[in-house]
C-alpha cells in the first residue's frame, strides 16, 4: 500500500503564500504523473495542477499565473507553491499519483487550506 503524505497546509490571508508539499512513501510501478486537486464544501473535485515525470506541466485555469507545481522525482516528492491566494482558493487539497500502466489514482487524505479575506 501506498501512502502520500501531504504538508504545508493552513490558513493564510488573501494575497498571500502557502507551499504544499506530498510524498509517496514508496513506489508501486513507475510514476507517470504527480499532481494536485482540490474540493471546496459543495462543490466538485477539480484539477489544480499537474506535472508528468518529463516536466510537462497543467494548471487549472483559475490557478494560473499563480500556482506552481514542481517535483522531486528521486524523493517521489510533488510541490505546489501557491501565491496570491485568494478566498476561493479555500478548499480541501489532495494529492495524487498517477502509475504507468496501473488503472486508478493513489489519492493523499487531503490537507486543508483556508484563505481569509
Known amino acids: 500500500q501506498v501512502q502520500l503524505v501531504e504538508s504545508g497546509g493552513g490558513l493564510v490571508q488573501a494575497g498571500g503564500s502557502l507551499r504544499l508539499s506530498c510524498t509517496a512513501s514508496?513506489?508501486?510501478?513507475?510514476?507517470?504523473?504527480m499532481g494536485w486537486y482540490r474540493q471546496a464544501p459543495g462543490k466538485q473535485r477539480e484539477l489544480v495542477a499537474r506535472?508528468?515525470?518529463?516536466?510537462?506541466?497543467n494548471y487549472g485555469d483559475s490557478v494560473k499565473g499563480r500556482f506552481t507545481i514542481s517535483r522531486d522525482n528521486a524523493k517521489n516528492t510533488v510541490f505546489l507553491q501557491m501565491n496570491s491566494l485568494k478566498p476561493e482558493d479555500t478548499a480541501v487539497y489532495y494529492c495524487t499519483v498517477e502509475w504507468v500502466g496501473l488503472p486508478g489514482n493513489s489519492w493523499g487524505q487531503g490537507t486543508q487550506v483556508t484563505v481569509s479575506s
Open positions: 514508496r513506489r508501486i510501478f513507475s510514476i507517470n504523473a
Open positions: 506535472i508528468t515525470s518529463g516536466g510537462t506541466t
